[in-house]
């Protein structure tokens, strides 16, 4: 089992940064990869970057890199969204993610947080 708890969000104006924070605990493997998901009211969960526990690969959604980036700490059992530049598209509630995954493209999200809200104003 692992559990996730993100926290983090909070409300900021058009243009600026909010660092999101996902704590892992429970029993992790070499081959977990995490995610980060935002869903928006009225829309379907999109994806938003993913990072292998161990080894640090990333991979991002195209309409996310270069704003947003993904980092583990595993000696704290983080793991960390950083989203600068930001856009009142933005808004969403956001979902730390984990799993399995041989590649970082396709891996099986099998534990999820609750969530954690931003709200990007004009």
């Known amino acids: 089992q692992v559990q996730l708890v993100e926290s983090g969000g909070g409300s900021v104006q058009a243009g600026g940064s909010l660092r999101l924070s996902c704590a892992v605990s429970g029993r992790t493997f070499s081959s977990y990869v995490m995610g980060w998901f935002r869903q928006a009211p009225g829309k379907e969960r999109e994806f938003v970057a993913a990072i292998r526990w161990y080894s640090g690969s990333t991979y991002y959604a195209d309409s996310m890199a270069g704003r947003f980036t993904i980092a583990s700490d595993t000696a704290k059992n983080t793991v960390n969204l950083q989203m600068n530049s930001l856009k009142p598209e933005d808004t969403a509630v956001y979902y730390c993610?984990?799993?399995?995954?041989?590649?970082?493209?396709?891996?099986?999200?099998?534990?999820w947080g609750q969530g954690t809200q931003v709200t990007v104003s004009s």
């Open positions: 993610a984990a799993g399995p995954g041989r590649t970082l493209a396709t891996p099986q999200y099998d534990y």
